[in-house]
């Protein structure tokens, strides 16, 4: 895997996504494949964690995302909390995250390369 284009291996000749995407900690699966547009867009996450252990502080920078036009796109996905104009999504099952985000304004959802398992 290249230093810097990590995402060139996890994306077909059209920018969608080779593999399946997965959750880190969990087998539920969050999209299939070709189901998502690779984007780069700075945007910063907040830091992973479980439901209920409230809001991380830190925020991390990530600039590759996944990005998907229509929630019904995702096989699996959770909500976290919304924060003005932004949802944070997490995982359906084991309800960590935030894995990404859902625009409330656009209805778009970016979902982070570097936070789910690609397989
Ligand atoms: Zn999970």
Request: charged share 25%.
């Amino acid at each position: 895997m290249s230093e810097e284009n990590p995402e060139s291996l996890l994306k077909n000749d059209a920018g969608k996504n080779k593999d399946k995407v997965f959750c880190t900690f969990c087998p539920s699966k969050v999209l299939n494949q070709g189901s998502a547009t690779f984007v780069n867009i700075q945007f910063s996450l907040p830091y992973m964690q479980r439901k209920g252990d409230g809001q991380a502080d830190e925020r991390e920078s990530i600039s590759d995302y996944w990005l998907v036009e229509d929630m019904y796109t995702f096989e699996n996905i959770g909500v976290s909390n919304t924060v003005e104009n932004v949802k944070y999504l997490a995982c359906a099952d084991c309800e960590r995250g935030p894995i990404g985000w859902h625009d409330l304004k656009t209805k778009k959802s970016y979902i982070a390369l570097s936070r789910v398992k690609h397989a």
